[in-house]
């Protein structure tokens, strides 16, 4: 086998993860492109990727249960070797106030969200640290401006989920640091991807963004791709333990 990076990308079938997962594509990793339902259009970044000559295999998993992760990292060894990049960008935007909350919307909000990150590093760490006989690597982290802002009307599950990844960013940095793996996060902001259909559709984010983003405009998945792509490579190998806001100034 050759020199080539893997790298897995989770809830890349669409929106930022399949940006991301392109970008590696192209950018000579193999991928492992993980869905929990949209096989049409997981097929369809697979495809993309290795029309253009690279290489990609379909996961389908939901991340927020740890036999489901287990599942997917052993598939993942078995089609492409050792993993060298993780991208933890699964996950759900959720509206709903404080006071409707019950036990299933913020315990679903928080296994998609918080629960998936902790199991997929989990599987990522006992391979890449030094600590279990790994060679290093990357973990990038999915967080969101509203981890600072209290994101949107509804948004306050939402905005302790993604505060709750910047702490565990910090916190798994400081805990693997000295084995090899670099850890960081992006906190992407009003970005024009299906996930806001819970707050109005892209055209409605994008009104909001051109009043709210003092450059004026919503960004876009790609622009999120090449901050992650950045994060995981070389040049970026004295960045850790840190939040990139990828947010148009907000």
């Not at 697979?46 to 599942?71: M, P, S, Y």
Request: charged share 20%; net charge neutral; proline share 1%.
């Amino acid at each position: 086998m050759d020199n080539k990076k893997v790298m897995l990308v989770t809830g890349a079938s669409r929106g930022i993860g399949a940006e991301i997962a392109l970008l590696a594509g192209r950018s000579g990793y193999r991928v492992g492109v993980n869905y929990l339902r949209s096989e049409v259009e997981v097929h369809a970044v697979v495809a993309q990727i290795r029309a253009g000559g690279g290489e990609a295999v379909a996961l389908q998993a939901d991340v927020g249960h740890l036999d489901q992760v287990e599942r997917m990292f052993a598939q993942l060894d078995t089609a492409f070797g050792p993993l060298d990049v993780l991208v933890n960008d699964a996950g759900v935007l959720a509206m709903f106030r404080v006071d409707a909350v019950d036990e299933n919307n913020v315990a679903d909000l928080f296994r998609s969200n918080v629960f998936s990150i902790y199991f997929c590093s989990r599987e990522a760490v006992r391979r890449m640290s030094t600590a279990h006989g790994g060679k290093g690597g990357v973990i990038v982290n999915m967080s969101s401006v509203a981890a600072r802002l209290g994101g949107l009307s509804g948004g306050a599950g939402y905005a302790a989920s993604k505060g709750a990844i910047d702490s565990f960013n910090i916190a798994l940095a400081r805990e693997v640091g000295a084995e090899g793996i670099r850890v960081n996060a992006i906190r992407p902001g009003l970005i024009s991807t299906e996930i806001h259909n819970v707050h109005g559709g892209i055209e409605k984010m994008e009104q909001v963004a051109r009043t709210a983003v003092p450059l004026g405009r919503a960004g876009s998945a790609a622009e999120v791709a090449q901050v992650a792509l950045w994060l995981a490579s070389d040049a970026a190998s004295y960045v850790h333990g840190t939040v990139v806001d990828v947010a148009g100034g907000r």
